[in-house]
DNA sequence: GCCATAGTTCAAAAATTATTGAAATGTCTG
DNA sequence: CAGACATTTCAATAATTTTTGAACTATGGC
């Protein structure tokens, strides 16, 4: 598999070398980073979806390091990352040790695990919240429009908690 | 230029001190600080949107520097970024010189503008780059099922950029 | 079991982002 | 229009987040 004297062209410190991105590969990932800023998502997450999104093939662990540059440790936690949403799939060729990766065919269903990650844990942490300021504030006798407000924001989350599930099916898998 | 002897109870550097928040109050601030970090706004800007969520009447600057305990510096950029986003307004009482802010009626049409402010620009900004993904990838002779992901991708975000607009009309006064 | 390979962990370093405060810039008011 | 007051600006600092890499763990093949 690997020309014996050589290793696999690896340099001084543990990092691949392979081919550099195409200029179509480059302006891609920066589309996917930009869109990832908006979610909070880290640039080498979204570089690692980027270059898998544009590769005719599944990629290995080392490809990914190669070609984008970055550390064992960032694209490790990259692909959990990415796992953990289920944006990418692993397949396994019989008989080879190496997991190799893959976009998950939908990128909407993608967007959607992610969103939910990480707005459903927020909405559900803020109603007893929320109830208990809206409580507080009747005590401390605010006035009527604050109370209003702090009335429609408890139905707004809890419209939102009821409703989201319904736009955004969890996936069968949880 | 500072208080000589003592101003407004003003501590050492020019900062006006206030009633610490209430319970309720902080509780709120969370609840905001944690919906407005999925948006990526920082701290600051929700905490300063909370008070005046909270608050039974409109509050100057000095009073929401005062309660908060923050930075001239940082009540100022944040209600730029309020205001820029139509998160909140100013009321003048005549014969009155500084300004007091309250929130704008509608949170859902103060979301509506953060929202259109992040992702519009990033669909825009998109559109002619994916162009030139695409055919980049033709050029380079990619395989057909990265061509099939990149023209979806391409279309999608056409779509997103022709319904944006109509599921978040910008405001009257833009 | 033992070695080699594949991937993970996590503390430290680097990069990014937010906040501060002192100086600058208005802008009302007398 | 002068001077006080209200707010903005922005370079410096602080806080936070991301990335790195070396040590560690896990797994498969012999």
Redesign the interface.
Request: proline share 5%; aromatic share 8%; net charge positive.
């Given at each position: 598999m690997k020309p014996p004297s050589e290793k696999t062209a690896g340099r001084r410190s543990s990092r691949p070398s392979f081919e550099p991105l195409?200029?179509?590969e480059v302006?891609?990932a920066?589309?996917f980073v930009?869109?990832a800023?908006?979610l909070?998502v880290p640039r080498s997450v979204a570089e690692i979806y980027s270059l898998l999104?544009?590769?005719?093939?599944p990629l290995d662990f080392d490809q990914i390091q190669g070609r984008l540059g970055m550390s064992k440790g960032s694209v490790s936690q990259g692909l959990k990352f990415l796992r953990d949403h289920e944006m990418v799939l692993s397949v396994k060729a019989k008989g080879d040790r190496r997991e190799r990766w893959q976009?998950t065919p939908s990128?909407a269903a993608s967007l959607v695990t992610l969103l939910r990650s990480?707005?459903l844990p927020?909405l559900e942490?803020?109603q007893p919240?929320?109830q208990?300021?809206l409580?507080?504030?009747q005590k401390?006798g605010?006035?009527p429009?604050?109370i209003e407000?702090?009335g429609?924001?408890n139905r707004?989350n809890a419209r939102a908690l009821e409703l989201f599930p319904l736009l955004l099916p969890p996936p069968p898998g949880s």
């Open positions: 195409q200029p179509h302006e891609l920066d589309f930009r869109m800023g908006i909070g999104y544009a590769a005719s093939a976009p990128l990480q707005v927020a942490l803020a919240s929320l208990r300021v409580e507080g504030a401390k605010a006035s429009e604050v407000r702090l429609r924001l707004w």
